[in-house]
DNA sequence: AGCACGCCGACT
DNA sequence: GTCGGCGTGCTC
């Protein structure tokens, strides 16, 4: 983008014929938080144009009535043409850029890449407090006169808009009960008997706190000299005052104020006290704005030495990074790979450069930022989803401006990409391989792995993807040259690998020998890890109870009635879920059908393994880890914590078992049902396979001792399962690649998947065949579906999915907009109107 | 995405 | 006769 579109443009001037005076027209394409394709351009009004600049956000009126804050993308003299009115922007909201040109640099590439709107991708890079929305506020109108032809309604939604001044259509539409109070609105409307206007609203409040200052009387040195005197028969007060000139006029460092909070809490004076002294205007407060950033460290820096092989690879690392290609660093579990981050994070920061440092969601775990404040102190930030607004909006400027005090390094979950930076020197994707790096829903569609290598190359900064089993993706553009390759084979702390078992369950339920859902192995191993004080992890990819019921007679399954899925059964709360919407029914145990009363669990969720284990083996502390269990704010933390402390044996849980946690005293590792992970329809199944086992097994072992893993299944002979034995990716790796080529899937190809919903079945039916219809005109054999997907209804929505294959070495960009052309024509087709169609590329 | 406008069925 | 359901089109 040329320099001078971030200047308002002083050319060309024209005559004004109203004002007699030379004018310029300057107009702003802005971006709206909408999903819309263009952009939308207004007329920047004169007052206006000596401070608008690309970059700040504006305030537009968009349509009758909403009013956005938009954010300026482009300015020039360009008069559109159209035979619609140019609003003018309202008011400027910033002074300076709060989006950076390498950021819509970054957003334009998505837009085109994942095809998304930049509306989407402004959606969803900026923390939502700085995106406004109008309010639409209704108030009564005081200069009218309550007549007698009003509804009983009408009356007493007017009474109530009296009773609270003003009131948004929210709270009335929960006042009337009703799902839309737009009708009685309107007759008020007209009757004049109220008022309606729309409202911007600033979200974002900074956080203050009472400061105390020394009152304008006492400003002299007689003054206070004075004040002393005047104190000597309060003693509480003096001491309180005395206390405050030593850490504020008398210190070697004079500061013209306290918090008030430190001030009571260091002289140990207390509320009372205080408010004497400004009673008698010898002290006064103020609200001051703080910070709501930790910049709080417990203790100082510590860099740790590498081990031989750590630091081989830190200088391969370092040598690959000079040329600038994304470095896949392929180290196996507990290869220390994060003391390498922190190295060359070190680097980065003694040269003033910024440091992204992306996790998976679920990685962002207590244990790893511990370990980042520790190295680096409140040079460490961290952002991610659970933050509340006003947090993210203050880590947002803290990276964009060169604070006295700012984070030079960013922990966060996939939308740290989006953050403001200024000067990036290094990006690190840890466990690239992670499929919480995509974002599902909304739009955009986007792999924050594959978005971290384009922002790298926008800021030329180098790209660490890390991880102890890659993606298939990632390898494969490291063995043809598009990444380079470095690889960690030897365990830090020489802990060695653990010894992995396969039982077979399908010979042990013949033998009868079974414990309940345990093989006889994974039994013995537990017990003997208990007797010796040791801990446990048992992995099983399923929460809840049981999977499903059935009805032993006729052989009927309880299904949502919103989605096309079993109910879920949780025991603990006596109710039948749906995971895909929640619903809830309670347990009638009663069929369905043919109302008998022998309802069967079928299949193990994490809660029956709990309770099981909790028979099996009374004396041990079993919890569990899954959804259920964290979604409490702090249930994550504190389960990891109690683990850490011992205060649990053994630990059961969801793929939350598998991530970057370090544990010292795990010998015995669980996998109970791999089957379940293998026989998953999808071509990416043992890909999946062999990165969870691994993953999971990396937790155990223990310094000088090795660890043990079980792994369950029917099919001991299967060959990914002695891949994972032997710890051969590459065999597994060349192996699926044959596959992946033959059947055309990535990495060879790209795909596109495109969803179509709608509430109608026959509807959707309909666009989904005309839809595949019109790709294959261009895509011929490389159109797979309309197929319903496994789940092929949610929440009263059906769908369909069509998924494109794209050769690697094609007109990418081309092709979506071929794609996306055909999805246009359908949506525009009548009776089309309540389609729902987006396309995710590289879908997950 | 919202929201207004416009056209057809089930109600006072 | 009207209310309100949804299908359609537009927003600088």
Same mark, same amino acid.
């Given at each position: 983008m040329p320099k001078d579109l971030f200047l308002p443009h002083s050319k060309p001037d024209k005559f004004c014929e109203v004002c007699n005076t030379m004018s310029t027209d300057l107009y702003a394409d802005v971006i709206l938080p909408?999903?819309?394709g263009d952009q939308f351009t207004y007329r920047v009004p004169p007052e206006f144009q000596a401070s608008i600049k690309v970059g700040i956000r504006v305030i537009v009126q968009f349509g009758a009535r909403k009013f956005f804050s938009a954010l300026v993308y482009r300015l020039h003299t360009n008069m559109p043409v159209g035979s619609f009115d140019i609003k003018d922007?309202?008011?400027?909201?910033?002074?300076?850029?709060?989006?950076t040109q390498a950021q819509l640099i970054l957003w334009e590439w998505l837009v085109d890449y994942y095809c998304c709107t930049l509306g989407e991708v402004y959606k969803a890079a900026l923390?939502?407090?700085?995106?406004l929305e109008s309010q639409t506020k209704i108030s009564f109108n005081p200069h009218y006169d309550m007549p007698v032809d009003l509804s009983g309604e009408e009356e007493a939604l007017l009474l109530m808009l009296q009773g609270h001044g003003q009131a948004n259509i929210q709270d009335i539409n929960r006042f009337i009960g009703?799902?839309?109070?737009f009708s009685t609105l309107k007759i008020l409307l007209e009757k004049n008997a109220i008022l309606v206007e729309e409202k911007v609203e600033e979200n974002y409040r900074p956080k203050t706190a009472p400061f105390i200052f020394l009152h304008a009387?006492?400003?002299?040195e007689s003054a206070i000299a004075q004040t002393l005197e005047s104190l000597k028969k309060a003693r509480k007060q003096l001491t309180l005052f005395e206390f405050f000139l030593s850490e504020?006029?008398?210190?070697?460092?004079?500061?013209a104020s306290m918090e008030k909070k430190e001030l009571l809490e260091r002289s140990q004076s207390g509320e009372g006290i205080l408010r004497a002294l400004i009673d008698k205007n010898i002290l006064r407060t103020e609200e001051i704005e703080i910070g709501r950033l930790d910049f709080s460290h417990d203790q100082e820096p510590v860099i740790f030495d590498l081990n031989e092989a750590q630091e081989v690879a830190l200088e391969q690392i370092g040598q690959q990074l000079r040329g600038l290609k994304p470095v896949l660093?392929?180290?196996?579990?507990?290869?220390?790979k994060t003391e390498i981050y922190i190295k060359l994070i070190e680097e980065q920061l003694a040269k003033g450069n910024q440091v992204l440092y992306l996790v998976p969601e679920i990685g962002l775990t207590t244990q790893l930022i511990t370990r980042m404040k520790r190295a680096f102190g409140d040079r460490a930030g961290i952002y991610h989803s659970k933050f509340n607004d006003a947090e993210r909006v203050e880590i947002w400027f803290n990276t964009l401006h060169d604070k006295?005090?700012?984070?030079?390094?960013v922990l966060g979950a996939?939308?740290?990409?989006?953050l403001p930076f200024r000067k990036l020197g290094l990006i690190i994707v840890d466990e690239?391989?992670?499929?919480?790096?995509?974002?599902?829903?909304?739009?955009?569609?986007?792999h924050a792995r594959d978005v971290a290598v384009v922002l790298g190359q926008i800021h030329h900064a180098p790209v660490i993807l890390g991880t102890a089993t890659p993606s298939f993706e990632s390898y494969f553009n490291a063995k043809t040259g598009k990444y380079a390759l470095v690889e960690l084979t030897e365990r830090y702390k020489n802990i060695s690998l653990p010894e992995m078992v396969i039982a077979d369950v399908r010979e042990a339920t013949r033998r009868k020998q079974m414990k309940s859902l345990l093989t006889p192995e994974l039994f013995e191993q537990i017990n003997t890890a208990l007797a010796n004080d040791e801990q446990v992890i048992l992995f099983q990819n399923r929460r809840g109870f049981a999977p499903y019921l059935q009805c032993a007679t006729c052989g009927w399954i309880p299904k949502c009635r919103h989605c096309d899925v079993s109910l879920t059964y949780h025991k603990h709360r006596g109710a039948m879920i749906c995971h895909y919407c929640g619903h809830t029914e309670s347990l009638s145990?009663?069929?369905?059908?043919?109302?008998?009363?022998?309802i069967r669990t079928r299949g193990f969720g994490t809660e029956k393994i709990e309770e099981e284990l909790s028979l099996l083996f009374p004396e041990a502390k079993v919890a569990r880890m899954d959804l259920d269990t964290t979604r409490a704010k702090k249930g994550y933390e504190r389960l990891i914590y109690q683990f850490e402390n011992k205060q649990i044996d053994i630990l059961v849980g969801t793929?939350?078992?598998?991530?970057g946690l370090d544990f010292d005293n795990v010998s015995v590792v669980g996998i109970l049902n791999a089957d379940q992970l293998l026989n998953?329809?999808?071509?990416?199944s043992y890909e999946r396979s062999f990165q969870l086992i691994t993953q999971v097994s990396g937790r155990a072992g223990r310094k000088n001792k090795q660890g043990r893993v079980v792994v369950q299944t029917?099919? !001991?002979? %299967?060959p990914v399962l002695h891949e994972v034995v032997a710890n051969n990716f590459t065999q597994l790796f060349n192996r699926q690649m044959a596959e992946r080529k033959l059947f055309k899937y990535p990495p060879y190809f790209r795909l596109v998947k495109i969803v179509i919903k709608h509430k109608n079945q026959e509807r959707l039916n309909l666009a989904a065949s005309q839809l595949a219809t019109l790709l294959r005109k261009n895509f011929g054999f490389n159109i797979l579906g309309p197929e319903y997907p496994v789940?092929?209804?949610i929440q009263n929505w059906f769908q369909k999915e069509i998924w494109v294959k794209l050769e690697r070495d094609s007109k990418l960009g081309q092709s979506k907009k071929q794609i996306m052309g055909a999805v246009s024509q359908i949506k525009s087709? !009548?009776? %089309?109107?309540n389609l729902i169609i987006h396309a995710d590329v590289d879908p997950m």
């Open positions: 909408l999903p819309l922007i309202d008011a400027v909201l910033d002074q300076e850029p709060i989006v923390p939502s407090a700085l995106k009703k799902r839309s109070a009387n006492v400003l002299t504020t006029l008398y210190h070697a460092e004079p500061k660093l392929h180290g196996i579990t507990s290869s220390g006295e005090q700012s984070f030079q390094l996939r939308s740290a990409v989006f690239e391989h992670e499929n919480s790096y995509k974002q599902f829903d909304p739009a955009p569609r986007y145990g009663k069929c369905g059908e043919c109302h008998s009363e022998e793929q939350m078992v598998t991530k998953y329809p999808d071509f990416r029917t099919q !001991p002979k %299967h789940i092929s209804r087709m !009548p009776n %089309h109107g």
